[in-house]
Structures are given as structure tokens and as C-alpha cells.
């Protein structure tokens, strides 16, 4: 129990790091997925080709795999580049890995919820003289992403638990930070697991408490 | 009929024929409709009515023939179509507000995103229209906690809003409780009235008695016959309207 309040300073860090890799990567999750939903459904051929292949193969891919081909593929064979800081480098590396992962468990999510919009909802925005773009984006989207927050809760509540796995790029998030506390203080290796078990808990059970009462909220009633 | 001072036909089919597989529902349809004009569609269900009504704002596409729409042949796609279907205005048999729009935001969405109107003239006109048919105090409530009938007449006032050169109705009473039918027949018979454009699908024979120009009845995926309205009621010329009429009329 000491170490963890000797090391309060550590994990509070690893976790405020946490926090910020689900949020970053949350972010563009949702902004990529919305797109290849799009793309899904769109009256060309070849972008629905495009999505789909990128969700059947990235969904289909181990996150760990997608991590390391970030870190590995794009850092140092690609050399892509964020920052002259080699941490913060692979912190965005990480994002990047975990976004692209994250975004086709969303784009399948909110196709779900596209297919819960009856199609009169479509044809009345036709009808009216919408665009394409201008039906998705202000018809057809709307309601599907209010249909899906659930969904989108648990596709949170997932990302937050896989951003541990950016610790095989050498990400210092939560997981990574406990295996080093772990190794210094040999004497309290459960309480520091229960720790951060616990600290998950803090995060995810709220998450989900919150996107329940969201979904209800903003549920489109027909 | 030229209440435009255009003596030149709306919309013109000619030759349309479409399948849907093996099914061939329209069969060479030719029809022409006049500004002003109100065309009642009847005939028994899988007619090929309804398919008719929403080929022309290309809602359904065709396999052959052409279809014109003031004087210009039907874009396939994009923004030409877009802009055909903002002056086509489309009432449909399940009301199909923006479900999660308030009724004025149903009626002000097409002129605002559509035609470029500031919000404050598209509300302005959006209560008007919902006075005119009656709605005007539901307008910040949204479309589930309305009845069918003042659905389908804020679906009415949707239309209008984007002050179209010809609404298609398809079937637009035939969700509606018995009740709930009248009002909404009656907001459309006063349309009529002032002149507007209207393909109407329909069963209600009294509408069709009372406001239609020019009733078609179709079966089988063609045009069977055309007439004025009493004509048509009175003195079937097609064993086919006779024998549909007799099963109609009879109760």
C-alpha cells in the first residue's frame, strides 16, 4: 500500500497519459470511421471497395500487430516523423496505430445504425433536394449515430483498455508504468496490480454509465 | 390549365418502361400532364402506380422511354437531379418527417440548405405554411408526438416550403386512421383549388371526384384508361375499370 502512495505521482502520470492517448485516438476513431461509413454506403463502387477492404483487413488484424507496424513499419522503415522527441514520437505513432484500429470497429458500428434509419428518411431528403453529402451529413448520420452510442460506449470502453497495448512500442501508459513498478518494488507486486486494476475500473465503469444514459438521452423517437 | 401562361405540357412520359427482375411493372406509359392540372392515379395495388408517381422525381429509375420535366429530360444524377426534385415537391404514404427535426425545422431544412434562404425568412415562411395547414402550434414538437394526419400535413407544408411546380402525392392517406383522413383531404382539395400541380395516387375516390382534372387508372403496369372524373365514374369504358369499380364502389 505505501508503494502506491510513494509512487502516487507515477501512475497518476501513466494514467493522465492513458487519458490522453483514448482521447486522442477516441477523436480520430470517430472522425475515420464516420468516413469509411460513408464510404460504405456510397453509390460508388470503387470507395465501397476501398472501406470495406480496409475494415475487413484491419479488424481482422491483431492490435498488437497494428502497434508494432506503426511503430516499426512507419517510424523507422517509413521514417515518419512527429516530433524530435523519440517518446513523443511514438506516443503519436500509437495513435495513429490505435485510431486506425479503433475506426472499423466505428465504421461498423455506425453502419449498424445507418441500416436502423427506415429508408423514407433518405427518400424525403431526396425528395427535398439534398445531396448526397447533404442527406448523410444531415439526415441519415444524425440518426444513425444517435442509434448507435451504446455501441460506440463499449467501442470506448475497448479502446481504453487497448491503449495498454501501445506499451509494446515503449509508450509509458499505464501498463508499462506498472511492469517498471513492478520490478522496483518486489515486495508489493499485488497491491500495485490491484491498484491499477481499480484505476481501470475508474475510467471504464463511468464510460459506460455515461454512454448508457447518453444512448436513452438522444435515442431519435419515431 | 395554363394558370402559368405556359401552355407548355409539365411533364411528359413517353414510352416508360421499367422492371423491377422479372416483373415488368411499367409498360409503355405514355403521359402528359399540364401546369395546373390535377391527375388522380388509381388502380389495384401492384398497378404500377405508385412506381409511376415516384419515377417522376426519378425517386425510381427507369429502363426505357423519357420523361421531361418542364420542357428539360430528367438528369440521372448529382446536382441536376438534386435541383429537379427541389421544384418536385413529394408527399408519401408513410409522412416520412426528419425524425429527429422539430416540425418547423422539417419545413425550413430544404429552403435553408437547399435554396440558400436566410433562417429567419425560412421560419417566418415555414410558420406561415404550418398555419395554413393548420399546425402552427405543434411547430417546436417533433414528429412522433404528432398524429398521422397532422404528420402528413406538416408533410404537406414541407413541400410547399421549397414552393414546387408540382407535388406527387403516393397515397398519402393510406396510413392515416379513417378519422384522420378527411383533414388531410381537405388541405389538399384547397391546393387543387389554388391551382397547384398534382400527381395523385390514391384509393379516395371522393378527392378524386371532387378535385381531379383527369382521373388514370392503372393495372397491370399500364395505363388503361384516362378520363375526366364523372366520365370515368359514371361510364367505365374498360372491363377492367368496371370490374375495379364495381368492387369499390359497391359498399
Not at chain 1, 444513425?144 to 455501441?151: D, E, G, K, N
Not at chain 2, 410547399?160 to 382539395?189: H, N, W, Y
Not at chain 2, 390514391?202 to 403496369?221: Q, S
Request: neutral net charge; glycine residues 8%; hydrophobic residues 50%.
Amino acid at each position: 500500500m505505501q508503494a502506491l502512495i510513494d509512487e502516487f505521482p507515477v501512475i497518476r502520470d501513466a494514467f493522465w497519459l492513458t487519458i490522453r492517448l483514448t482521447l486522442a485516438s477516441g477523436f480520430m476513431a470517430l472522425v475515420l470511421g464516420t468516413i469509411l461509413a460513408a464510404m460504405r454506403v456510397s453509390p460508388l463502387p470503387v470507395l465501397r471497395t476501398i472501406g470495406t477492404a480496409y475494415v475487413n483487413i484491419v479488424r481482422n488484424t491483431p492490435l498488437t500487430l497494428v502497434i508494432v507496424f506503426c511503430g516499426l513499419g512507419l517510424g523507422l522503415v517509413l521514417d515518419v516523423s512527429f516530433s524530435t522527441s523519440l517518446s513523443t514520437n511514438y506516443l503519436w505513432l500509437s495513435i495513429i496505430g490505435l485510431s486506425a484500429y479503433t475506426a472499423a470497429f466505428v465504421c461498423e458500428a455506425i453502419r449498424a445504425g445507418i441500416n436502423t434509419v427506415p429508408v423514407g428518411q433518405a427518400e424525403a431528403a431526396r425528395a427535398i433536394g439534398l445531396t448526397f453529402m447533404q442527406n448523410l451529413r444531415l439526415i441519415v448520420l444524425p440518426q444513425a449515430l444517435r442509434s448507435v452510442v451504446a455501441p460506440l460506449g463499449s467501442i470506448l470502453i475497448a479502446l481504453i483498455k487497448n491503449t495498454t497495448v501501445a506499451a509494446a512500442i515503449g509508450v509509458g501508459e499505464a501498463s508499462l508504468t506498472m511492469k517498471t513498478l513492478f520490478e522496483a518494488h518486489g515486495d508489493a507486486v499485488v497491491p500495485i496490480f490491484f491498484g491499477f486494476a481499480v484505476a481501470f475500473l475508474v475510467l471504464t465503469l463511468p464510460t459506460g454509465l455515461l454512454f448508457t444514459w447518453l444512448s436513452k438521452r438522444l435515442a431519435v423517437i419515431r | 390549365m395554363t394558370e402559368n401562361g405556359d401552355a407548355t405540357p409539365l411533364v411528359v412520359l413517353k414510352d416508360v418502361n421499367k422492371h423491377f427482375g422479372s416483373l415488368h411493372v411499367l409498360r409503355d406509359i405514355n403521359l402528359t400532364i399540364s401546369r395546373g392540372e390535377v391527375v388522380v392515379v388509381i388502380g389495384p395495388s401492384g398497378s404500377g402506380k405508385s412506381t409511376l408517381c415516384r419515377a417522376i422525381n426519378r425517386l425510381e429509375t427507369i429502363d426505357g422511354g423519357t420523361i421531361t420535366f418542364d420542357g428539360q429530360p430528367l438528369a440521372a444524377e448529382g446536382k441536376a437531379l438534386a435541383r429537379l426534385r427541389s421544384e418536385v415537391g413529394m408527399v408519401f404514404q408513410s409522412f416520412n418527417l426528419f425524425a429527429h427535426k422539430t416540425i418547423l425545422e422539417n419545413v425550413t431544412l430544404g429552403p435553408i440548405k437547399v435554396r440558400g434562404v436566410a433562417r429567419a425568412e425560412a421560419e417566418r415562411r415555414g410558420m406561415e405554411l404550418l398555419e395554413r395547414v393548420g399546425i402552427g402550434a405543434q411547430a417546436s414538437k417533433y414528429p412522433a408526438q404528432l398524429s398521422g394526419g397532422q404528420q402528413q400535413r406538416v408533410a404537406i407544408a414541407r413541400a410547399l416550403a421549397m414552393d414546387p411546380k408540382m407535388i406527387l402525392f403516393d397515397e398519402p392517406t393510406s396510413a392515416l386512421d379513417p378519422e384522420m383522413v378527411q383533414e388531410v383531404l381537405d388541405v389538399m382539395v384547397r391546393l387543387a383549388s389554388e391551382g397547384m400541380t398534382m400527381v395523385v395516387v390514391t384509393h379516395e375516390m371522393g378527392f378524386a371526384r371532387r378535385a381531379a382534372d383527369r382521373v388514370v387508372f392503372m393495372a397491370d403496369g399500364q395505363i388503361v384508361e384516362e378520363n375526366a372524373p364523372d366520365e370515368f365514374f359514371t361510364a367505365p369504358r374498360t372491363d377492367r375499370a368496371k370490374d375495379f369499380l364495381s368492387k369499390i364502389l359497391t359498399h
